[in-house]
């Protein structure tokens, strides 16, 4: 054990002192959120979407009940119930569940979703995913593995505008089969 004088001590001090003081005066690291979840599922967009960094996360083990808006992207890890209106994408990652009514730009679930789910532009459903519902989409990717319990709608359009055009194509045929009907030549009796 050695003796120090008191000047030596205190000299000792500050020296630590001025060490803390320089530590905490640096700058404090960028913080970025941490996303949880297996990022084998994400698509190039997807990984693009939370490069961005302007995304919402729903964090695995958070309950939401309620209606979600958003002009950004939703990344689903925990449960999400209610209804989900989108201007940008919702990806729902392998530990995701959302049940309730969707509208967004693009759709990717590789965990569970249950009810109607349209998708401006593209429905992509994983391996590891499962829907129970209604799909309404302009083109969908359903990897093999994925499930569908419901129906698939790959439309054109609005759904209203979808829903004119298939009555008004319906009613043209309907009418062309009445006129083709009338236009064919009867049988005659014995021959």
């Known amino acids: 054990m050695g003796f120090f004088s008191k000047d030596e001590k205190r000299q000792d001090i500050q020296a630590a002192s001025r060490k803390e003081q ?16 297996n990022m084998k599922t994400n698509t190039k967009k997807e990984l693009e979407a939370t490069d961005a960094g302007g ?21 689903v890890y925990g449960v999400v119930k209610g209804k989900v209106h989108i201007q940008s994408d919702l ?5 995701g ?3 309730a009514d969707v509208n967004a730009e693009n759709v990717s679930i590789a965990g569970r979703k249950k009810g109607r789910t349209e998708a401006r532009n593209l429905f992509e459903l994983k391996k590891t995913g499962t829907i129970e519902g209604e ?7 359903i990897d093999e593995g994925g499930r569908v319990i419901g129906k698939i709608n790959m439309q054109i359009g609005s759904p209203q505008a979808t829903k004119q055009t298939s009555e008004a194509e319906i009613k043209k045929k309907k009418e062309f ?15």
């Open 22 to 37: 320089t530590a905490s005066q640096a700058p404090a690291p960028e913080v970025r959120p941490v996303i949880r979840g």
């Open 91 to 95: 990806i729902v990652a392998e530990s």
């Open 55 to 75: 995304e919402s996360i729903i964090a695995e083990g958070t309950v939401l009940n309620g209606e979600i808006q958003s002009d950004r992207a939703v990344i």
């Open 177 to 191: 089969l009445r006129g083709a009907a009338g236009a064919m030549p009867k049988k005659k009796e014995g021959a």
């Open 135 to 141: 799909i309404v989409a302009k083109s969908v990717k």
């Open 97 to 99: 569940l959302v049940e």
